[in-house]
Each structure stands twice: as structure tokens, then as C-alpha cells.
Antibody, heavy 120, light 109 residues
Framework: EVQLVETGGGLIQPGGSLRLSCAAS????????MSWVRQAPGKGLEWVSVIYSGGSTYYADSVKGRFTISRDNSKNTLYLQMNSLRAEDTAVYYC??????????????WGQGTMVTVSS | SSELTQDPAVSVALGQTVRITCQGD??????ASWYQQKPGQAPVLVIY???NRPSGIPDRFSGSSSGNTASLTITGAQAEDEADYYCNSRDSSGNHPYVFGTGTKVTVL
């Protein structure tokens, strides 16, 4: 079964760090592009970061310089290292598998999400 | 970065047809993908590309596009279609790869 399972969320103080993990099964993370998408309480979806199969990475302006996306091919797992956390980073964080064509992109597989709460 | 704008909320009578729109400059170059999200659940892809449905998505969901506007149509809405719907596409501004729409809450009456 193709599946993504996120772990690592929790309550963290402002300025702290947290690492989210996303374990994949049924497909190979390194053969696909993978993204993190977050959703603040009561708000819409916000794209956060992507890592392509070749290793290139990109970030939303709101997290650039503070978050780092990576993957461990041996563990078939995606990560999001979050540093210098702020209250506005409070959200459910989803990992998602990308699927693209010449003129479209889509996220066809999503994890169940992990909640990150930044508060003192 | 580019923005994708959606109406905040729409309602539809049971069994009737509803169209949800998504506007943005990037849609002149790229097709939108559409996601359904029910409370407390992860988003689910319902339409991608020109008008493609993943396996398991009912054929009452369809997509279309014209100019800078993409549309998701639910023909014969069912009670279980009540959810939030988000569009998504590449970001043609070149600053960031992807962008999500603001979301539309669909209520089935």
C-alpha cells in the first residue's frame, strides 16, 4: 500500500527546533519529488518546501533560512528540520508526494499530518 | 509569488450542480489540481491536469480551464461532497514552485 506517515510534531517554545519525519511505504521517496504543506488552525493550505529527485530544494519565503528539507534514501524517509520556530509556524504539517506532467503538478499521496504548536 | 483566489463559500442543493472557481495568473500556463478536505482529515486529490480523476474519485467531479480561471464542477452533489476544496498549481512567478488557492467551503443543502 502506498502510504506516508508523519511523526515528530509537538509543543515547542518560540525559538526552539523540531524535526519532522515522513516515512514512505509502497514507493521510493528518492524517485519522486516530495513536499511539505502546512495548515494553520482554521486556515488554508500553505506550501512550505519541496525536494526533487535530483536533490534540489526550494522553500516558501515564510520559512526560508529557518527550515531545511532532506531525505534519507536508506530509510525511505523525508524530513523537515525546523529551527527558530515562531508562533506563526503553528500548524498541521503534511508531507505529500508530487506527481507532474508537462503542464501540471499535483500532490497525489498525503500523510495524515502532524501538529506543531509553538507556544511558551 | 503568484496567488490563486477562490470564493470563500458556496452552497448547493442535494443532487444539483456546483462550480468552484480558482483564479490566478499561473493558470494561463498550467492546469490546476484540486483537493477535497473534510474536517480533521488530510487533503485528497480529486482532479489533476486537463481533467483527470485519480482512481476512486467519482465521475461527478470534473475540471476545466479558461484563461486565468480553473473550475471544479460537481455534477449531482452528494451529502458526502460537503468539504473544503483547494486548487493548486505551479507558481509562474518563478519565485516558488507551487501555490495553493485560498479554499472554498462547499455546503450541500
Amino acid at each position: 500500500e502506498v502510504q506516508l506517515v508523519e511523526t515528530g510534531g509537538g509543543l515547542i517554545q518560540p525559538g526552539g527546533s523540531l524535526r519532522l519525519s515522513c516515512a514512505a511505504s509502497g514507493f521510493t521517496v528518492s524517485s519522486n519529488y516530495m513536499s511539505w504543506v502546512r495548515q494553520a488552525p482554521g486556515k488554508g493550505l500553505e506550501w512550505v518546501s519541496v525536494i526533487y529527485s535530483g536533490g534540489s530544494t526550494y522553500y516558501a519565503d515564510s520559512v526560508k533560512g529557518r527550515f531545511t528539507i532532506s531525505r534519507d534514501n536508506s530509510k525511505n524517509t523525508l524530513y523537515l528540520q525546523m529551527n527558530s520556530l515562531r508562533a506563526e509556524d503553528t500548524a498541521v504539517y503534511y508531507c505529500a508526494r508530487g506527481y507532474s506532467g508537462y503542464d501540471f503538478d499535483a500532490f497525489d499521496i498525503w500523510g495524515q499530518g502532524t501538529m506543531v504548536t509553538v507556544s511558551s | 509569488s503568484s496567488e490563486l483566489t477562490q470564493d470563500p463559500a458556496v452552497s448547493v442543493a442535494l443532487g444539483q450542480t456546483v462550480r468552484i472557481t480558482c483564479q490566478g495568473d499561473s493558470l494561463r500556463s498550467y492546469y490546476a489540481s484540486w483537493y477535497q478536505q473534510k474536517p480533521g482529515q488530510a487533503p485528497v486529490l480529486v482532479i489533476y491536469g486537463k481533467n483527470n480523476r485519480p482512481s476512486g474519485i467519482p465521475d461527478r467531479f470534473s475540471g476545466s480551464s479558461s484563461g486565468n480561471t480553473a473550475s471544479l464542477t460537481i455534477t449531482g452533489a452528494q451529502a458526502e461532497d460537503e468539504a473544503d476544496y483547494y486548487c493548486n498549481s505551479r507558481d509562474s512567478s518563478g519565485n516558488h514552485p507551487y501555490v495553493f488557492g485560498t479554499g472554498t467551503k462547499v455546503t450541500v443543502l
